[in-house]
């Protein structure tokens, strides 16, 4: 069949990247979709301190360009689009459509398009986004230097974040809706320990509050009732991820948040011919050295599959 390529990966976070490098030395040819956000993840947190053979910690950017860098050694097309719908067909030729309008025609299809930041679904928190909302603390932090800020989520991710942005803040305030920290305890401790920032346990926010941008944020503490401004110029939003997994649901097996269902240990889908690794199909790890693990089984599966 003409113009039917082996095999494209979606997604350039560590699971891509990783199943580009398999994938590229087994002479697959594999097209490389980048997405909205080439790297990843990644790209937008300071310094990862876990990731194996980095004794010294090493920047999240950086860690992903020289994951980039590896896989371009070997024989692999990485192109900067987005899918904007799919079409997958039992054993291919599976058919993506891309935001720029192309369609490309694959045999085999690896999944890593990752996830992406959940928001609270505030009206109000749409309308400062980027004046003053964020959910990127790498990335908008310096903005905030000598000002107040809060951090909303008792994860990692809120953790970190929050120490982060103690580089840049006079002050970091953590709401979290409860009154105990799902982050682990080495993140909870440095945070809990960091005299700049307070927590406000058992409370959510209701409203983000300013006019041309952030003034403060309303809090509603969830025992009591009570109602209190917090006043901040930065209102960081940290509550975990959600898959990116649209253009795929309803055609292969997702579980209930639309994270993609895995058959055993494997990175085969219910969709004979598509595979996929990373966070979009992990919900209980979401590591970057477990996504690069998971890219590294995809672009095997797939292999193995495209040689039968
Ligand atoms: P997470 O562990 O799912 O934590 C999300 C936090 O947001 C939770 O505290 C949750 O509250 C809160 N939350 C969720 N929805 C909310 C809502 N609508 N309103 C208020 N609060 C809400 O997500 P994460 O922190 O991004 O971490 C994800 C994974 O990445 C984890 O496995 C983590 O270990 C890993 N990670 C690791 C590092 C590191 O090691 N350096 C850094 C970042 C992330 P509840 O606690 O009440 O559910």
Redesign the pocket.
């Known amino acids: 069949m003409e113009n039917v390529r082996n095999l494209v990966i979606v997604g350039a976070g560590p699971a891509g990247l990783t199943a580009a490098i398999y994938a590229g030395r087994a002479n697959l040819n594999p097209l490389v979709l980048s997405g909205p956000l080439p790297g990843g993840l990644l790209t937008r947190?300071s310094d990862?301190?876990?990731f194996p053979g980095f004794p010294d910690a090493i920047n999240g950017f950086e860690l992903m360009m020289r994951l980039q860098s590896q896989a371009q050694k070997f024989n692999i097309e990485m192109v900067s689009e987005t899918i904007e719908s799919a079409e997958l067909v039992p054993g291919g030729p599976h058919k993506l459509k891309l935001t720029s309008g192309e369609e490309l025609l694959c045999k085999a299809l690896i999944i890593a398009t990752g996830a992406e930041p959940?928001w609270?679904?505030l009206e109000s928190e749409e309308k400062f986004k980027n004046l003053g909302v964020s959910a990127c603390a790498t990335c908008d932090g310096a903005f905030y230097r000598g000002l107040e800020v809060v951090v909303?989520?008792?994860?990692?991710?809120?953790m970190?974040e929050a120490n982060f942005l103690t580089r840049f803040a006079s002050h970091v305030t953590v709401i979290?809706?409860?009154d105990s920290?799902?982050?682990?305890k080495i993140?909870a401790e440095r945070a809990l320990n960091n005299p700049k920032i307070t927590f406000v346990w058992n409370s959510?926010v209701t409203e983000v509050v300013g006019n041309t941008d952030v003034d403060g944020v309303k809090v509603r503490n969830v025992q009591t009732g009570e109602e209190s401004l917090i006043p901040c110029k930065g209102c960081f939003v940290?509550?975990?991820?959600v898959p990116s997994t649209k253009p795929f649901a309803g055609q292969i097996e997702m579980d209930e948040a639309g994270f993609i269902q895995l058959k055993g240990g494997s990175a085969y889908t219910s969709m004979e011919g598509v595979f996929a690794a990373g966070d979009c199909a992990d919900k209980t790890?979401?590591?970057a050295i477990t996504a690069a693990g998971m890219g590294c089984r995809a672009a095997i599966d797939a292999e193995r599959w495209l040689a039968e």
């Open positions: 947190t990862v301190e876990n959940r609270l679904g909303i989520g008792g994860g990692d991710s809120a970190e979290h809706r409860r920290l799902r982050a682990s993140m959510v940290a509550l975990g991820h790890y979401r590591q």
